[in-house]
Structure formats: C-alpha cells, structure tokens
C-alpha cells in the first residue's frame, strides 16, 4: 500500500509570518557583494571625478536648489549615475569620449522602467558653457516637477472617493442627529 497524505495544520508562526525585508539593495534585489562593489566603485569615482563631474559639482553645491539635492555619483540599483536627485526621480549622466552607447542607453532603459528619467549632458557642454547646461538641468527639474503634479493629482482622481467620516463638532451634536 502506499502511504497516503493527510491534510495538517502548520505551525501558525510559519503561516502568518510576513515575508523577510530586504535590508540591502532596496528592493533591487540586488546581492550584497555586488552592492558593496558598487558602493566602492561610486566612492572611488568620487575621488577620481573628471574635470566636467568637478566643475557641475562645485555649481551644484553653491545653488539654491531648495528641497531638492544631487548626489554625486549615486548607486541607483545597479547602476551608477553621475548625478541622482532621488526627490525628483532624476538622474543626470555626463558623457564622457570613448564611453560604450549600448551599455549606457541599456542602463537609461533601465532606470527609465523604474520611473527614474536620465538626462545625458556632453561634457564639453559642461566645460564650454556651464550656464546653458544649468538652464537645461533647471528646465528638466521643472518639467519633472511638473510631471510628479501631474502623476499625484491622476491618482488623486483615480483612487476611490474618501468616505465622510462623523461630523465635525461636538460628539452631543451628532448623536441626536442619528
């Protein structure tokens, strides 16, 4: 005879326990060496900057950007970009001589797929005229400001209507008006 299964109840802590969080990679699910890795090499770009990354940097620290920040050479899932303002889900990458395109637009493509819009600025752009390369970074912060409003007031619209809650006032009041 073969043996035949019975129907068991679990151990509830193993049925009601939530999944693990992930405490590394922020749901990148990225590995934790390949994260250190990462995080090393950004540190190391950071020592290291081009004169372009060095010059944009200096006139990022001494503008008034208000909330909004630039991390120099952030980890942004597996990628590093030059510049991330991770309030605006903006990313700003400088084009360097002899960088590899299908690597770069696969890694914008990604960064793209998670709401994250990459903005390439040549860096002899940068170093020629540094004040047209800051109205364009000023025009693309707007238009993302513009396109958060937008995506915040759509799903305002969208999501289901609030139910009213009691009255305000006086609890007496809304007892008799039951």
């Not at 395109?101 to 914008?108: A, I, N, P, S």
Request: glycine letters at 6%; aromatic letters at 2%.
């Amino acid at each position: 005879m073969t043996d035949r299964k019975t129907l068991q109840l679990r151990d509830p802590s193993e049925t009601d326990a939530a999944p693990a969080l992930k405490k590394r990679g922020r749901g990148w699910e990225i590995s934790e060496k390949r994260l250190d890795v990462l995080h090393e090499r950004a540190r190391e770009m950071r020592r290291d900057s081009s004169e372009a990354h060095k010059v944009l940097a200096a006139r990022f620290a001494k503008a008034d950007l208000g909330r909004y920040k630039f991390t120099r050479h952030a980890v942004v899932g597996s990628a590093i970009v030059d510049f991330n303002c991770h309030i605006l889900g903006m990313a700003i990458a400088i084009d360097e001589e002899g960088a590899d395109e299908k690597l770069t637009r696969r890694r914008d493509k990604s960064l793209e797929s998670v709401g994250i819009r990459v903005m390439r600025i040549r860096a002899t752009d940068i170093l020629n005229d540094i004040d047209a390369v800051l109205a364009r970074i000023t025009a693309g912060m707007r238009m993302r400001i513009g396109d958060k409003q937008q995506a915040r007031a759509e799903h305002r619209r969208n999501s289901a209507p609030r139910r009213p809650g009691p009255a305000r006032g006086n609890r007496n009041d809304n007892a008799e008006n039951r």
